[in-house]
């Protein structure tokens, strides 16, 4: 079975830097697993903020990257402000599907 | 600019079919991109469901395969899930999505706002 893992806490102080990692039990992530990062806040809907490893949409604040990070994805906030408390999820291409991870609860504070 | 909305029974009983639907606007779903669903039980994580492209070509979870299929009404611009053989564990706000699987750009940028499911009796 795919396992895609995250941590699942992390505190980051206002304008400070974090990095959000994702990793999978079948081995080093690559670009070939086209991550993904998405973010929700409490009763919202997911809402997607890097595909294909480092691309961002066009709604997705300049203080957001997406990297390969050893052998892992990454996402990593600089400048972090209060409203980027929220769960963050990475997700995994393998061959077909897709794997969410469990997510990280990121606290500002 | 594409919206999604999902509709459909916010209650189900258990060993029933759940029959959900997503309507899209902003965009023909005929045109191109798969359209898939996702979940996420109360307090919980996401769960990926599968995805359709409008030629037929689909692709499922293979925990879920057995139960779910997605089908695609070019006519009506939506696109459906239906879910059997219900479960307590089925209970989960569902999401709709258009999906990327073009080339090098692979991704979900476009979802629903999600409807919560309730399997009980």
């Known amino acids: 079975q795919t396992v895609v893992t995250q941590e699942p806490s992390l505190t980051v102080s206002p304008g400070g830097t974090v990095t959000l990692t994702c990793a999978s039990n079948?081995?080093?992530?690559?670009?070939?697993?086209?991550p993904n990062w998405f973010h929700q806040k409490p009763g919202q809907a997911p809402r997607a903020l890097i595909y294909?490893?480092?691309n961002k949409y066009s709604w997705t604040p300049a203080r957001f990257s997406g990297s390969l990070l050893g052998d892992k994805a990454a996402l990593t906030l600089s400048g972090v402000q209060p409203e980027d408390e929220a769960d963050y999820y990475c997700?995994?291409?393998?061959?077909?599907?897709?794997?969410f991870g469990g997510g990280t609860k990121l606290t500002v504070l | 600019q594409v919206q999604l909305q999902e509709s459909g029974p916010g209650l189900v009983k258990p060993s029933e079919t759940l029959s959900l639907t997503c309507a899209v606007s902003?965009?023909?779903?005929?045109?191109?991109?798969?359209w898939g669903w996702i979940r996420q039980p109360p307090g919980k994580g996401l769960e990926w469901i599968g995805s359709?492209?409008?030629?037929?070509?689909?692709f499922y979870n293979p925990s879920l395969k057995s139960r779910v299929t997605i089908s695609v009404d070019t006519s009506k611009n939506q696109f459906s899930l239906k879910l059997n053989s219900l479960t307590a564990a089925d209970t989960a706000v569902y999401y709709c999505?258009?999906?990327?699987?073009?080339?090098?750009?692979?991704?979900?940028?476009?979802w629903g706002q999600g409807t919560l499911v309730t399997v009980s009796s």
């Open positions: 999505a258009r999906e990327d699987r073009t080339g090098a750009s692979r991704g979900s940028g476009y």
């Open positions: 902003g965009y023909s779903i005929s045109s191109a991109y798969y």
């Open positions: 359709m492209h409008h030629s037929g070509s689909t």
């Open positions: 079948t081995g080093a992530v690559t670009s070939g697993y086209y």
């Open positions: 294909s490893t480092s």
């Open positions: 997700l995994l291409y393998y061959g077909g599907s897709w794997v």
